[in-house]
């Protein structure tokens, strides 16, 4: 079922991408109008590619429900808490962008970390499963890509809100920094190790303005 709605989501956007090629053509819009739809547009990026990744944990449930692997052996609470706070993520992207609500955004990128940190637990209990018994290696490999595919789901509910909203892709910068979100430079008031600042905006800041979430 949540492959077929992979479909869906699919004609959607290329739905929502021709209004927005229309209104461009035909209205020529500037300011922040012009911003407006050039957000949507990334927006709806985001949003195929989260049902992609969707699509793409159920086609490995139904792989690894005909698997005769010790599915036990793993630690499925993790799975469960990134499934749950990937799901909070989407929706309160969605949410954020509609709403231009600056704080509901800034929930939005901070959870994103933890979604990271779980990964990561996820990934080191992986590879200690492997050192103790290298017949888990199938099982843990197949593991590995569901949790990889939710960790992307979180940084492309993340994107809707930063990169997906502004001009310059200031905000998200992919790194990690001394437990500080790492989604905005301006916000946290930290400078990014190997990240070179924006030209027209070395300190970016996510605002909601008229045009909807974006960078200064």
Same mark, same amino acid.
């Given at each position: ?14 739905? *929502?991408?021709?209004? %927005? ?11 922040? !109008?012009? &911003? ?6 990334? /927006? ?19 792989? $690894? ?16 808490? $990134?499934?749950?706070?990937?799901? !909070? $993520? ?15 955004? &800034? ?9 990271? !940190?779980?990964? !990561? ?23 590995? /890509? ?7 789901? +979180? ?5 809707? *809100?930063?990169?997906?909203? +502004?001009?310059?892709? %200031?905000?998200?910068?992919?790194? &990690? ?13 930290? @400078?990014? @190790?190997? &990240?070179?600042? %924006?030209?027209?905006?070395?300190? @970016? ?5 008229? +045009? ?5």
């Amino acid at each position: 079922q949540a492959i077929k709605f992979d479909v869906e989501v699919d004609e959607q956007e290329k739905t *929502i991408e021709a209004l %927005c090629m229309k209104l461009l053509l035909q209205q020529q819009p500037v300011a922040k !109008d012009l &911003r407006l739809i050039s957000a949507a547009l990334k /927006m709806i990026t985001d949003m195929e590619r989260i049902g992609d990744h969707a699509a793409d944990i159920s086609e490995m449930t139904i792989l $690894m429900a005909d698997s005769d692997y010790e599915k036990s052996a793993i630690n499925m609470e993790v799975i469960k808490e $990134m499934a749950k706070e990937t799901t !909070d $993520m989407v929706i309160k992207s969605v949410d954020a962008f509609v709403n231009k609500d600056l704080e509901l955004a &800034r929930w939005v990128i901070n959870r994103d970390d933890v979604v990271d !940190d779980l990964f !990561d637990s996820f990934r080191k209990e992986l590879i200690q499963k492997i050192n103790e018994n290298v017949k888990n290696g199938e099982m843990a490999t197949d593991m590995l /890509m569901v949790a990889k595919y939710f960790e992307r789901i +979180g940084d492309h509910a993340t994107r809707g *809100i930063t990169g997906g909203h +502004g001009h310059h892709g %200031c905000v998200r910068t992919g790194a &990690r920094r001394q437990g500080v979100p790492v989604s905005c430079r301006r916000l946290a008031g930290v @400078p990014v @190790p190997g &990240r070179q600042a %924006c030209p027209a905006h070395p300190r @970016p800041l996510l605002c909601a303005g008229a +045009g909807g979430l974006r960078h200064h």
